[in-house]
């Protein structure tokens, strides 16, 4: 579970309905299905005409990385890499072919595969560095769609509004309701602001996130094996893979057990 995620929304709709409260008004006020549905509709509408249908569903599929994710643990991937450098130094780099089998990362172990099988350094960096630009490109589209969300919602919310305004216009001779009407007709614009702002654009931002994330641990993942692959000694390999980590992250190299010199 992310808990900044969840915090934002907790402390972002406390805050607006706190105000609202505060102000003398209620939650009932801004509770207007037919506004959800006209920005909630048109955005969608507008969404899946900008993109293709299954970027669509897969970027949806994804929304549920922004409240729940699995941690990547980037000093377990280094620990490993340090483990198959220590074992190729002793027996070789054919040696690590009997690993393979227990690696759970295709990215890792299509990379391992590749040098066992006798890639060059420089061939296997440019094949696994043009999967990582393809990967990221087609990753990129996902938080596309949640920032081209961001920007349609608020103007449909402002059509949603209008359309509100014409039906009230057309009972005029109900004065003491018009004043209502034009409340309610102007919930369609916080519907639209509100999403854009709440979950549309933060959402993008999360996911670019990850996916920035994601990408450094596969480079960092590609320079342990290229390392490997040349004789890099693993004291040398983990001071450079250290080098990927933030700041935080960061630890003094230690000397590996069983570690060879």
């Not at 000694?233 to 450079?240: A, C, G, L, T």
């Amino acid at each position: 579970m992310d808990k900044s995620s969840f915090g934002g929304v907790i402390v972002t709709l406390a805050g607006i309905l706190a105000g609202l409260l505060i102000e003398g008004g209620h939650v009932g006020q801004v509770l207007q299905p037919t506004a959800a549905m006209i920005v909630l509709g048109g955005t969608l509408g507008a969404v899946m005409l900008q993109f293709p249908l299954a970027t669509v569903g897969a970027a949806f599929k994804r929304l549920a990385s922004v409240f729940f994710s699995k941690k990547i643990d980037s000093d377990a991937t280094i620990k490993l890499l340090l483990s198959f450098a220590n074992k190729a130094r002793r027996s070789g780099i054919v040696s690590l072919d009997q690993d393979l089998p227990t690696i759970s990362d295709p990215f890792l172990k299509q990379a391992l595969t590749l040098a066992v099988d006798g890639t060059e350094p420089a061939e296997l960096r440019k094949i696994m560095e043009l999967q990582i630009d393809n990967h990221a490109q087609r990753e990129e589209a996902i938080p596309s769609v949640f920032e081209s969300a961001g920007g349609f919602a608020p103007t449909i919310g402002i059509i949603g509004a209008v359309l509100g305004l014409i039906q009230v216009m057309q009972h005029l001779d109900h004065i003491d309701e018009v004043g209502r009407g034009i409340a309610v007709a102007f919930v369609a614009t916080i519907y639209g602001v509100g999403t854009a702002n709440i979950l549309f654009l933060p959402s993008a931002g999360k996911l670019r996130f990850r996916l920035n994330e994601e990408q450094r641990i596969k480079e960092m993942t590609l320079e342990g094996v290229v390392s490997i692959l040349e004789g890099m000694n693993p004291r040398m390999i983990e001071v450079k893979l250290q080098s990927f980590l933030e700041a935080s992250q960061q630890q003094q190299p230690k000397k590996a057990e069983g570690q060879t010199a």
